[in-house]
């Protein structure tokens, strides 16, 4: 099964709630009214908010990236690496 890595920019977010409406369970109204992705994690390093999902969350997930206005959702697919010692 693959996963997917969804980066959220809030900077960038002007608070549609597209990915709301799309993605239910994974985006809610912060208190600023813009949008938050839920149970992610902020990365200091890219100024984004990061959460790992797997195949079953991303049709709903891409639903919401193809639909933001600002693009504030990336997501790219998260490739797993064996290493043989």
């Known amino acids: 099964m693959s996963s997917y890595k969804v980066e959220f920019d809030k ?3 002007i608070g549609t709630l597209y990915c709301k409406a ?22 200091p390093k890219t100024a984004k908010y990061e959460l790992m999902i797997d195949e079953s969350a991303f049709a709903v997930n891409e639903d919401a ?12 697919k998260h490739i797993h690496r064996l290493i043989n010692i």
């Open 22 to 43: 799309a993605a239910e369970h994974f985006y809610k109204i912060g208190d600023d009214g813009k949008t938050e992705l839920i149970d992610s994690l902020y990365n």
């Open 11 to 13: 900077d960038v977010c």
């Open 65 to 76: 990236a193809d639909g933001c206005p600002v693009e504030a959702i990336i997501i790219t």
